[in-house]
Structures are given as structure tokens and as C-alpha cells.
């Protein structure tokens, strides 16, 4: 079977998990944006996925990302996912249109410094710490949502930069739905400020359908379209 070939059933199975999902929870198919994570996997891949109708592509290193950004050909939508160093912020600001994994202030001021000097505009979506473990980053979430509600009121106020919503990561290893119930209640508290900030990112290969069903509008899929991921290739 060709890489193509193979891509190609990927992105069909892939489609039919969240189609059926969506229809089990009673949302329309359009609800829910899939993201293609694309991280380690060589840039014909993701000219491949393009050409089978993805337009939402994923990176979480700059440089990797930053080389097939500038390199990719065609109407693509770039997502950083994950932790941003606020020193590559101002990389990251040249080419992500979508910035999910924004989880301080100081990230909010360097990627809207960034963005200013791009002379663009970053939509984002604010990232919530779903487990305990170390180093994944994200807000943890306190009483009445306050520390999530005033970095959200602060990427309002960032001249270069729109909430767009929440980016959440399950943790591995256990059930994800306590995960998913806390981010949707999240979404909910800062929809309530922010009406406009409807996205909630969440839900990766191995939990789509558990996301789908907590209200997520985009999950982020690597392994399930693209297969193993090895080495960097950048
Ligand atoms: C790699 C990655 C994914 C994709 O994970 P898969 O399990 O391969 O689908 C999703 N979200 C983030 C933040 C990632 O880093």
C-alpha cells in the first residue's frame, strides 16, 4: 500500500470515529475540527493529508515546526500544541495561527510582543492542567476558576492575540472523563465572560470519542492517522 493509500484509510477511520461519537452524543459532524498532529512525521505526510482535505495541522517544537510551516504549500491552519518556551515565543508567533498551550502571563505578553512585530494575529486557547504530573504545564484550576478567568481576561487585553478557548491533555494511563468533565466545566466559566471563546481542544487517538462526548469542538490526532512516531525527522 502506498504512504498515500495509507494515510488516506487512516483519515477515513479516523473521520468515522468522530462522526460516530459526534452522532452518539448528539452533535453535528461540523461540530468537532480535526487537528492533524503531525509532530516527527515528514513534510510529504502533511502534504499528503492536505491533499485528502485536512487543513488543521499540529507541531510542538519550533523548530520542527517552523521548517514545515515555511515549507508547506497550500491553505493550511498551523497549531502549536503544547508547552511554548517564552523564549521561542517570538518564533512561534511568526507562523502558528492558532496557539494552544498558552498557560502564563509572561507567554501571553512575549507571544503578543511577537505577534505585534509579525505584524499578526495569534488566536489562542488557554491550556488547563487536567492531571498532576510535572513539566505538561497548563493552569491549575482553583476556586471559582479565578487564575484561569484572569489569564483569559489577559489574552483579551494582549493587543495581537483572540481567546479562542481551552486546551486540555488527559492523563495518560487512566479514565480520561473526570479529565474531560473538569475542562467542559472550565469552558463553561469562561464562556460565561468570554462568549465568543468556544473552542475547547481535547481528545487525542486514544480518547476521541470520550472528549467528543465531554463537548470538545477539536481533537488533536497524531498516532491514529499518521502511525508510531519515531525520531524527529527535522
Ligand atoms: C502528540 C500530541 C497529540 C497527538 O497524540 P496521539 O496520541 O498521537 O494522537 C495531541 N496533543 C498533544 C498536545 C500532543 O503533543
Known amino acids: 500500500m502506498s504512504r498515500l493509500d495509507e494515510l488516506d484509510r487512516n483519515l477515513e477511520q479516523v473521520r468515522a470515529r468522530i462522526e460516530a461519537a459526534c452522532a452518539a452524543a448528539g452533535r453535528p459532524a461540523a461540530d468537532v475540527t480535526l487537528v492533524a498532529v503531525t509532530k516527527t512525521h ?8 492536505a491533499s485528502l482535505g485536512v487543513r488543521h495541522f499540529a507541531e510542538n517544537r519550533d523548530r520542527e515546526a517552523r521548517e514545515k510551516a515555511e515549507s508547506v504549500t497550500g491553505d493550511v491552519v498551523w497549531h502549536f500544541v503544547g508547552q511554548v518556551q517564552t523564549n521561542k515565543a517570538r518564533s512561534v508567533a511568526s507562523y502558528a495561527d492558532v496557539v494552544e498551550g498558552v498557560d502564563r502571563g509572561r507567554l501571553v505578553d512575549a507571544l503578543s510582543a ?19 504530573a510535572q513539566g505538561r ?6 476556586e471559582g476558576h479565578r487564575s484561569l478567568l484572569e489569564l483569559c481576561s489577559a489574552v483579551e487585553r494582549a493587543p495581537a492575540l483572540v481567546l479562542r478557548g481551552l486546551m486540555g491533555v488527559a492523563p495518560r494511563g ?4 473526570p479529565a474531560f468533565v473538569l475542562l467542559a466545566r472550565a469552558a463553561a466559566a469562561v464562556q460565561a465572560e468570554h462568549p465568543s ?38
Open 137 to 142: 504545564g497548563g493552569v491549575a484550576l482553583d
Open 197 to 234: 471563546a468556544t473552542m475547547v481542544s481535547a481528545g487525542m487517538s486514544g480518547d476521541l470519542e470520550a472528549a467528543i462526548k465531554s463537548g470538545s469542538t477539536h481533537v488533536r490526532v497524531g498516532t491514529a492517522l499518521l502511525g508510531v512516531r519515531f525520531a524527529p525527522v527535522i
Open 174 to 177: 487512566a479514565d480520561p472523563v
Open 114 to 132: 511577537g505577534a505585534v512585530q509579525a505584524g499578526r494575529t495569534l488566536q489562542v486557547a488557554v491550556q488547563v492542567a487536567l492531571d498532576d
Open 42 to 49: 515528514p513534510l510529504a505526510d502533511i502534504e499528503a493529508l
